[in-house]
């Protein structure tokens, strides 16, 4: 199939020549035309498929046909959980939309708000935006949704696992009822499909990766090791295989930072990215791992999401996460729209548990290898039998302040034991009980209720 059979205008298919796309990618097939035909849209797709372009294109083809948005007034809305992931989507849409006389504006948080309202102030016809600064902007009086048509909630299971839930609550809540709904999540769990529910009407549902599965192209490899030597192990790989550009996944953001000084003290140039850092950082460390001036950059999960480097080839797991999903979220960062990939896992003895619920979620083993010189001392054990995956039972909604099985909160993450498990804890002094709006995750910074552990 081209793109020319899906219905997008000359104007259109120009910059996606220009750009380099021949043909749509499987997620693109099916969302286009379902969006061009004014179907809402529930799609299961990771990053990775080619799904900006997906919701993207046929949103400016119908765009294109319209009235331009007026003062302060937004057509169409994309909500992403990061900045980053903003950023590369405003970066997307001004691509697309080259030969086209659309507007758009992306807003979040990290920055000053004042340079964003002046840019509302002429109106956009598209609005990128993480949930908390939009907020803020519609407290202010800078945006209104009167002439809104399309609603797009991007990497949705990401957005809920960051406390988003009431914020977006509260968007859907301003939004005319008449309206376009487009909602994507790499995984679909009881929550997504409970807040689809109050989205999305009688939807064209689309997945094209099976439930959270690895993405295929990318090769996997665990080098069992022990914790310690994980450093030198890191060094030696990326000597050994000359890698120019190595995208390495941390649990803390105290952790990026000591791997970064100990990759620098070995001569490899490296910068962390994690959400203490500055917008100012995160973006110029960015820029230079994607202009080769330094080949390692060492994330944090939250900060990982939304880098697009075309055809990043080599992922590294210094640390499994603690949530499995995150390891599929990880290694789609490689063998992007076609390309292939690979991505090493450093996994010490007290990881096992980690690793059996991500070969479980994934329903498949990865290959062990143990690597010259650092055969573990505590070996990795055998990894558990794969049992089938259980349909889950239905629950509630969990408030905005709970994180799924296995994720640490903030409390934990400073230390805290959990409540059930410290009896000197004062009922009514934990985040539930609080009466206080919750510190908006992306747009505080220092705020970000995962800042100790992300
Ligand atoms: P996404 O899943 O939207 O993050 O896109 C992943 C990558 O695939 C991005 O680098 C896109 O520029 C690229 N891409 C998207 N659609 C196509 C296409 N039809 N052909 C080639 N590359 C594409």
Redesign the pocket.
């Known amino acids: 199939m081209s793109?020319t059979s899906l219905g997008l205008s000359p104007a259109i298919l120009k910059a996606?020549s220009e750009?380099?796309?021949?043909?749509?990618?499987p997620?693109?097939e099916q969302a286009i035309p379902a969006v061009l035909a004014g179907k809402d849209v529930m799609a299961a797709?990771?990053?990775?498929?080619?799904?900006?372009?997906?919701f993207?294109l046929p949103i400016l083809e119908i765009l294109s046909n319209g009235n331009k948005a007026k003062p302060n007034q937004a057509r169409s809305l994309i909500l992403t959980p990061t900045r980053e992931l903003a950023a590369?989507?405003a970066v997307?849409v001004e691509?697309y939309s080259k030969y086209l006389s659309l507007s758009s504006t992306v807003v979040f948080g990290g920055v000053k708000i004042n340079p964003q309202m002046m840019r509302l102030r002429q109106g956009a016809d598209i609005v990128i935006a993480t949930p908390g600064r939009l907020l803020d902007l519609f407290n202010q009086k800078a945006i209104r949704f009167d002439q809104l048509e399309v609603l797009v909630l991007d990497e949705a299971d990401r957005m809920l696992d960051m406390g988003f839930l009431r914020d977006i609550k509260k968007i859907l809540s301003f939004l005319p009822k008449q309206r376009q709904n487009l909602l994507f999540s790499a995984t679909f769990s009881d929550d997504i499909h409970d807040l689809a529910r109050g989205l999305v009407n009688n939807p064209v549902e689309i997945s094209v990766t099976p439930k959270n599965s690895a993405t295929e192209l990318v090769s996997q490899l665990v080098y069992p090791v022990d914790k310690k030597k994980k450093p030198e192990l890191l060094t030696q790989l990326i000597k050994d295989n000359n890698w120019q550009q190595v995208l390495v996944f941390m649990k803390t953001k105290h952790g990026a930072n000591k791997l970064t000084k100990i990759l620098e003290s070995a001569d490899i140039k490296a910068a962390a990215i994690h959400g203490n850092k500055s917008q100012g950082a995160r973006t110029k460390a960015l820029a230079n791992f994607k202009d080769g001036s330094i080949s390692v950059l060492v994330a944090t999960d939250i900060a990982a999401r939304?880098i697009?480097?075309?055809?990043l080839p080599q992922v590294v797991n210094f640390e499994l996460p603690n949530v499995p999903e995150d390891y599929v979220h990880r290694i789609?960062r490689t063998g992007?729209?076609?390309s292939s990939g690979h991505a090493v896992s450093l996994v010490s003895a007290d990881e096992i548990d980690l690793l059996n619920d991500i070969q479980h979620v994934m329903q498949k083993f990865i290959p062990r290898e143990v690597y010259e010189g650092f055969a573990p001392f505590n070996d990795l054990p055998e990894s558990r039998k794969l049992r089938p995956i259980k349909a889950k039972r239905a629950k509630k909604t969990t408030s905005s302040f709970e994180h799924k099985d296995g994720q640490r909160s903030a409390d934990n993450a400073r230390g805290h034991k959990p409540k059930s498990k410290n009896p000197g804890h004062k009922v009514g002094s934990s985040p539930q009980n609080r009466t206080t709006r919750k510190p908006k995750p992306q747009d505080g910074g220092a705020k970000d209720p995962y800042s100790a552990s992300r």
């Open positions: 793109f996606l750009k380099g796309y021949e043909n749509p990618s997620i693109q797709a990771q990053t990775g498929t080619g799904k900006t372009a997906g993207t590369q989507i997307n691509t939304g697009d480097i075309d055809q789609g992007r729209a076609g």
